[in-house]
């Protein structure tokens, strides 16, 4: 408790004020203090009938050690959660893709082991501040997660592919390089900032964007897909997005030499605060199914 005492009274300004958050009488706080000090054989405070202040070696000693004890306290907290149940409500941020195709297999199987938590979902394809509106933890490509961030990956690694309908092909030539993309009619896509998105290729180090032309502008990988079905044009969507109309054949891939994968989905969250009890939760029963999944491939064929 010395070290507590001396923290709360610097913050405090008063013996009797530090005594009642730590719930101890101003007796024992005093006795602390001059424990402490008898053990370092310097004083902490200057201390008068009204006042209270650190001395300078107090001063440095309560800056040296309050990192300190603010580390051991969550170490202490983190551990303590490892015995509560988890209770309360989980709110997650993601896109709209990644809620429906990665996330929500998760919180399915979370909702079956912790039956008291209530989990919110809230999916919007601009990136926000998930501490500043409030959410516990957030979803999105790997590439997109801010760096001050812990990331936890919870799906593979991806692909973004260009599909057509059969019908669309019925009188145009299948795209060889991007740049025949020129020549073929694009479902564009539109961020939610406002901005065109370009479609990215590359292939042996070669790298290139192509502003595609098109008739139709959407904002949402469901609806391209739609339209590409229809006909309508040529859709740059995830590989899953689209995973059975390719194994089908209602759409066809092309470009597929020049669609290289990358780092799939991640959840993430601030690492320099507590965890809250109920994401310690979700982080574990996320980590045990990607460990459960890795093996089972790794013990195929």
Known sequence: MELEAVVAIARLGSF?????????????????????EKHLGVRLFNRTTRTVGLTNAGREYVEAITPALACIHNANQAVADHSRKPTGTLRFNCSPSGGRHVLMPFVIEYLRRYNEIN???????????????????????????PRDMVAIPLSPTTR????????????????IVPADLMRHECI??????????????????????????GSLTLDEPGTMVQ??????????????????????GSLI???????????????????????????????????????RKTSSTGTKG
């Open 227 to 248: 339209a590409s079905r229809a006909g309508i044009g040529l859709a740059y969507v995830s590989d899953w997005t689209v995973a059975d109309d390719i194994a089908s």
């Open 119 to 145: 989990v919110e979902v809230v999916t919007e394809g601009q990136l926000i501040d998930i501490i500043k509106d409030g959410f516990d933890a957030g979803i999105r490509l790997a590439e997109a997660v």
């Open 253 to 291: 891939e092309v470009l597929s030499d020049w669609t290289p994968s990358h780092p799939g989905y991640s959840l993430y969250y601030p690492g320099r605060r507590h965890t809250a009890a109920s994401l310690r939760a979700f982080v574990d029963m996320a980590r045990e199914i990607g460990l």
């Open 188 to 213: 564009r896509a539109r961020f939610p900032s406002g901005t065109l998105y370009r479609w990215e290729f590359a292939r042996a180090g070669e790298a290139t964007t192509i502003d595609v032309p």
């Open 160 to 175: 973004h592919v260009v599909v057509g309908a059969p019908s669309y092909f019925a009188n145009r030539s299948r795209p």
């Open 16 to 36: 009797r004020a530090a005594a009642s958050e730590l719930d101890v009488s101003p007796t024992a706080i005093g006795n602390a203090v001059a424990s402490l």
